[in-house]
């Protein structure tokens, strides 16, 4: 008994990556004809996910372990591209640093409203989502174009002609969202500040008791998924040369989707950055499994199939699973 409570445990605890594994092995057996297991095809899934929001549920994960959200992250990633595009025709630094102060700006501002003057953070983000579109329509009538040799660092590749499929090579942004993910997760499970993020989302009354400053590490939050938007909509402006005033419409719901699919409890406290990455991939590799289906699937329906998923990934982490988990636990002690 104590064998397979062990292994209910183990398994429940990697059940993400478990879902990923079986997922790749039911495409590969399901499109082998069409070499769904190949280098070329998974290089295409991450820099699919490094360009569409992949950064982003990065960023989204540390607010939901504070068990606040950020709705205003897609805004953001657009504002960011238009603005370094803008200020960089004039010097390519500091268009960069300009395009990072919009996350780390937008970070702070709702950040303060959230602890501050009391506002929710579903509110609040909502707010600078509208008021960061409106700036996108008023400092620009039309895409950016991103010219010069600094500002389009995004298009550089390596390992040319290696992989025939990814013309020129591997793009920068692959090894980018690697890396992100890897510093997120130092960041999460050997810093102050990251402990603290798990404790003021599990309880934030008992947290601020213990001494923690709530606040401060709650904009912290907010700060770091602003910066890490801001981030990924520089690097696609950068990778495509231009920015496009509509970049990142509804790429909120897909981080707050990709950190759901990945276990992150969405009422705070649990979860890991390593799920996020792999919620990430599942996202894209169903995605992806849409296309390859020989009579397609219409968006709505691949709309509705990603709703259900999230459903799912909600309802596990659901209090009423919680409860049978217990009792499951409870029965297993008491035989």
Not at 59 to 81: H, K, N, P, R, Y
Not at 112 to 123: L, N, R
Not at 164 to 179: C, D, E, T, V
Not at 222 to 243: M, P, Q, T
């Amino acid at each position: 008994m104590k064998i397979l409570k062990r292994a209910y445990q183990w398994l429940y605890s990697r059940s993400t990556i478990l879902a990923f594994l079986l997922l790749v092995i039911f495409a590969s057996i399901m499109f082998r004809d069409k070499n769904f297991l190949t280098v070329n095809n998974v290089l295409n899934i991450l820099l699919k996910a490094a360009k569409n929001g992949g950064f982003l549920a990065l960023g989204m994960t540390f607010v939901i372990l504070c068990a606040e959200i950020d709705l205003s992250v897609g805004a953001v990633f657009a504002l960011s591209g238009v603005v370094m595009g803008l200020v960089g025709s004039r010097n390519p630094w500091l268009g960069i640093a300009a395009g990072l102060f919009v996350g780390l700006a937008s970070g702070l501002a709702i950040g303060f409203m959230v602890t501050k003057m009391k506002i929710s953070s579903w509110i609040a983000s909502l707010a600078m989502l509208f008021a960061l579109r409106g700036v996108i329509q008023i400092v620009a009538r039309k895409s950016v174009v991103i010219e010069g040799e600094v500002l389009t660092f995004g298009k550089a590749k390596f390992l040319p002609n290696v992989f025939p499929g990814m013309a020129g090579g591997i793009s920068i942004l692959i090894p980018l969202l690697f890396i992100i993910t890897f510093i997120c997760m130092y960041v999460s499970h050997n810093t102050r500040f990251g402990m603290r993020i798990y404790a003021v989302g599990g309880n934030c009354e008992a947290a601020r008791m213990m001494g923690i400053d709530v606040d401060r590490i709650k904009i912290g939050a907010f700060v770091l998924s602003g910066v890490i938007a801001a981030l990924s909509g520089i690097l696609l402006a950068s990778s495509s040369g231009s920015a496009t005033l509509s970049a990142g419409n509804t790429y909120e719901t897909y981080a707050i989707a990709m950190c759901a699919i990945g276990g992150v409890k969405l009422t705070g406290g649990e979860g890991k950055f390593s799920g996020t990455f792999f919620g990430i991939l599942i996202y894209f590799i169903i995605n992806t499994i849409f296309t390859y289906l020989p009579t397609g699937i219409s968006v709505h329906w691949q709309s509705i199939i990603m709703g259900a998923l999230v459903l799912i990934s909600v309802a596990v982490q659901s209090e009423l699973f919680h409860k049978i988990r217990i009792h499951r636990k409870k029965a297993g002690e008491s035989a």
